[in-house]
């Protein structure tokens, strides 16, 4: 028996000129375990394709499932959001508490945990990033590096079933690249991964698919 792909883009076209299309009739599905590696150069779509997953983006035509369902409307993302969980390309866009922990508690909070359960759930994930003294820290003081992997840790604590990562190495030195690398190695849930790195689409990916003049081809990685 076939299963579901957690995550289908169906035909799917996009843009922010109608005239000028970023997606036309793009078709993706992300199959629970894999890690798809989204290729393609700059301004070709990849943060686009993400974003109408998450339904921040609604596309002019075709269609997105997402866990067995249509999403169209915007309280179909309600599910979706809770359970694909987007790192954005720049942190800031993410990060908006005053500390390192009361920004990765919120989503767990959010999500309707209790609060003492929120804050186990936020340190536990700093501790697996090997953040677990950043909780008390100012989140705006932080490094650019230091920065992207408490926006993981924000992801990664709402526990979803879909990792979307939209470069997620940049402004990582290498002792965090690596720590990165293996912690995501090792999780269970489905990635869609925008990289320019190439090492590290090498290491995670299970397959690839190129995104060219609005349309998506896969290959292996």
Known sequence: MVREPLIRLEGVCFGYDPARPVLDHATLTLAAGERVALVGDNGSGKTTLLHLVVGLLK?????????????????????????AGLLFQDPDDQLFCPTVLEDVAFGPLNLGRRPAEARAIAEATLADLGLGDFGARITHRLSGGEKRLVTLATVLAMQPDVLLLDEPTVGLDERSLRRLTELLEARPQA??????????????????????????????P
């Open 191 to 220: 990635m869609l991964i925008v990289s320019h790195d190439g090492a590290f689409r090498e290491r995670l990916a299970t397959r690839v698919a190129s995104l060219r003049e609005g349309r998506i081809n896969d290959a292996c």
């Open 59 to 83: 596309p002019a035509a075709g269609t997105v499932w997402a866990f067995g369902r249509e999403r169209r409307i915007e309280r179909d993302f309600t599910e979706v959001r809770a359970r």
